[in-house]
């Protein structure tokens, strides 16, 4: 079970990127799959979760109708669409596969390696 994040980079605010999360073996059929960050110094955060099945999402409010996540469930690979963007959204985002429907990172039993965002003012 592996998952593969990538599309991060250096951006300006007001600037856009695309986030992908690719997923191998079993990982895609967890039900649910999510993306958080985490900066410097913090913890990590929730961002954005959604459920494979039906596609339902759910959103932190520091995000909400700035970020957009979705799913090909063809391709096992979810995106997640990050439009608006603030200095401080800059921390390194991880998707996670989950079977709850859930914000808690600790509900998430896979993860993968990262990638980073940084986003300059």
């Known amino acids: 079970v592996q998952l593969q994040a990538s599309g991060g980079g250096l951006v300006q605010a007001g600037g856009s990127l695309t986030l992908s999360c690719a997923a191998s073996g079993s990982a895609f059929v967890g039900s649910v799959m999510g993306w958080f960050r985490q900066a410097p110094g913090k913890e990590r955060e929730f961002v954005a979760r959604i459920r494979l099945s039906i596609g339902s999402t759910s959103y932190a409010d520091s995000v909400k109708g700035r970020f957009t996540i979705s799913r090909d469930n063809a391709k096992n690979t979810v995106l997640l669409q990050l439009n608006s963007l603030i200095p401080e959204d800059t921390a390194v985002y991880y998707c996670?596969?989950?079977?709850?429907?859930?914000?808690?990172?600790?509900?998430?039993?896979?993860w993968g390696q990262g990638t980073q965002v940084t986003v300059s003012s």
């Open positions: 996670a596969a989950s079977t709850l429907f859930s914000a808690a990172p600790g509900n998430y039993n896979y």
